[in-house]
């Protein structure tokens, strides 16, 4: 297994375990979860070879840990990002530290600056406990910028926290009063 092999499928599990698991006739259950023989099926039927073997080798060699897989070892699910309807990951609530990080594109600033961060197709906002996670986000949509969040005065105004299995922040909205411009150097 090759290290585009594993980039691939781990894009294509990403598509379908978050956001189309219709487009291989897949079900997920409400939290998420998807029968491994039911996706290695559906995939050869849309032309992908896939095998019990490839999928542990993507979940376990995951940079962000974007998978899980039950501990029968039946079933998978992605650990965040979703965007698909019917179904809501119940993410552990936590306090958060005092600041997280979000990083977007410089384009997208003047509509978050009215709007403050929104989770858009997804069902959270996303944000990180390290600045070098946050460029990295932001880097794929443009010109990166890193906002810095007050999230525990967030949470002591009463907004939620979760905390995904593989350490990724979510929020439902993060209102512009609490967002600051991270200062990266000037290019
Ligand atoms: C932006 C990756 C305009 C937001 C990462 C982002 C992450 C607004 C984009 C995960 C806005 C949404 C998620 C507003 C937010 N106006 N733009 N009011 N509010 N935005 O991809 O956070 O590698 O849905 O800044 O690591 O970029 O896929 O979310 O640029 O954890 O596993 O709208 O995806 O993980 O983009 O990324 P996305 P994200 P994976």
Redesign the pocket.
Known sequence: MDTKQLNETSKFL?YILRHEPQAIGLHLNNEGWADIDALIAGAAKDGRTLDIALIQAVVSSSD?K?FSLSVDGLRIRAV??HSTANMSLQHVEKEPPEFLY????TR?LE??R?????A???HH??L?QDIP?AIA??Q??GKPVVLKIEALRMHQQGFKFFQAENG?WLTSHVPEKFLYEYGLQAD
């Open positions: 990403s962000k974007r965040q990002g979000h990083g977007t594109a997208f509509s978050i009215q709007q403050g961060l929104i858009g197709a997804r906002v996303h990180s996670t986000v932001g794929r949509y990724v």
